[in-house]
T-cell receptor, first 112, second 113 residues
């Protein structure tokens, strides 16, 4: 079945440093979504990418979808302590318009 | 507009007991999804339901687990004869017809002693 791998598993940065998490799928995706989960919280939808090579920005967050629609990345510029949490990617394959396959997530901690 | 609601937020059960987890989707949402999250893991799809219909239960264990979304009332995820390995966070998500974005509830943390 479809697998979504995410690296790194953990990332600790100093406040102000940049952060990137990478997501790779074993199959071509129809779209990919990114979620953020604070410790003890629930996943909160951040964004969806649909087009090959798509790049979207939300303030300090930049999301990319690979040309082959099999990989994606999330980059945070100048991290803040409020960025702490686990960032998950979740992909949809062409055969389903609802089933999301989640990566294991990257836990980001930020040292003030 | 209230978000997705789940209760209880925390549930403790002894082995062999039953666990009932409830999910009320956002107003206007008719699609409900259940996911399970083990510690330091991603979310694993369990089941997708629409009102009175199970659309896809391919992620549900074959035994002890069942789900329903009745015409009236919340969606229920039922785990019979719980075992320690059932301890996890169970998240419900909902979406409206025609939209792919899923909105997650706060989850139910199940602990089996």
């Amino acid at each position: 079945g479809q697998q979504v791998m995410q690296i790194p598993q953990y990332q600790h940065v100093q406040e102000g440093e940049d952060f990137t998490t990478y997501c790779n799928s074993s199959t071509t995706l129809s779209n990919i979504q990114w979620y953020k989960q604070r410790p003890g919280g629930h996943p909160v939808f951040l964004i969806q990418l649909v087009k090959s090579g798509e790049v979207k920005k939300q303030k300090r967050l930049t999301f990319q979808f690979g040309e082959a629609k099999k990989n994606s990345s999330l980059h945070i510029t100048a991290t803040q302590t409020t960025d702490v949490g686990t960032y998950f990617c979740a992909g949809r394959s062409g055969g389903s318009n609802y089933k999301l396959t989640f990566g294991k997530g990257t836990l980001l901690t930020v040292n003030p | 507009n209230a978000g997705v609601m789940q209760n209880p937020r925390h549930l403790v059960r002894r082995r062999g007991q039953e666990a009932r987890l409830r999910c009320s989707p956002m107003k206007g949402h008719s699609h409900v999804y259940w996911y399970r999250q083990l510690p330091e893991e991603g979310l694993k799809f369990m089941v997708y339901l629409q009102k009175e219909n199970i659309i896809d239960e391919s992620g549900m264990p074959k035994e002890r687990f069942s789900a329903e979304f009745p015409k009236e009332g919340p969606s229920i995820l039922r785990i019979q004869q719980v075992v320690r390995g059932d301890s996890a966070a169970y998240f419900c998500a909902s979406s409206p017809i025609g939209q792919e974005t899923q909105y997650f509830g706060p989850g139910t943390r199940l602990l089996v002693l």
